[in-house]
């Protein structure tokens, strides 16, 4: 059974950095794509940045030049280091794993992140 759990969630002030991680357990291989969601209140879960198995990512226009994405292959494990956080960061922070193309996603429990001063 694929399990995902992301960590690394926590409260910081405007400008500064935070690092999330996402394991994913119970995958047999390298997983095809990690991405990383987020979710404030009252609004749509959206993306924030993703990463394929072969190393190619994607990341938001929101994140971009703020956000990256990597990954350790070995222990299937993503990271999405975010700086430079504004206010509007603030939002409960979800991975999505999807072992292998044309299979569903599994997602994990979430980390809240809060930027506030």
């Known amino acids: 059974q694929v399990q995902v759990v992301e960590s690394g969630g926590g409260l910081v002030q405007p400008g500064g950095s935070l690092r999330l991680s996402c394991a994913a357990s119970g995958v047999t291989f390298r997983v095809y794509r990690m991405g990383w969601y987020r979710q404030a209140p009252d609004k749509q879960r959206e993306l924030v940045a993703s990463i394929l198995s072969t190393g190619n990512t994607n990341i938001a226009e929101d994140g971009k030049g703020r956000f990256t994405i990597s990954r350790d292959n070995a222990k299937n494990t993503a990271f999405l280091q975010m700086n430079s956080l504004k206010a509007e960061d603030t939002a409960v922070y979800y991975c999505?794993?999807?072992?292998?193309?044309?299979?569903?996603?599994?997602w994990g429990q979430g980390t809240q992140v809060t930027v506030s001063s």
């Open positions: 999505n794993v999807v072992p292998v193309l044309g299979s569903r996603g599994y």
